[in-house]
């Protein structure tokens, strides 16, 4: 964790809801089942099929496996 001020250990999520927030219309989800949808279908587009810069141009699935497999 970083001393108070810097936000260098919540950047990734920060990252994430930024763009949640860009891509998926939340507010136009009528219940809870929709919204969960929603979450679920933009997690799996994020994690699986959207190429990063910073992960080497592999999708943040791709570049755990490339750890893993290192």
């Keep these: 964790m970083s001393r108070k001020g810097n ?3 919540n950047s990734p999520m920060e990252s994430f809801f930024g763009h ?11 219940n809870f089942i929709q919204l969960r949808q929603e979450v679920d279908d933009y997690r ?3 994690n699986g099929h959207r ?10 699935a791709q570049y755990r496996s490339h750890l893993l497999a290192a």
């Excluded at 949640?20 to 009528?30: E, R």
């Excluded at 190429?51 to 943040?60: F, I």
């Design 44 to 46: 799996e587009e994020y």
């Design 20 to 30: 949640f927030k860009d891509m998926v219309d939340h507010k136009a989800c009528q």
């Design 51 to 60: 190429y990063q810069w910073g992960l080497k141009k592999m999708t943040p």
């Design 7 to 9: 936000c260098w250990d």
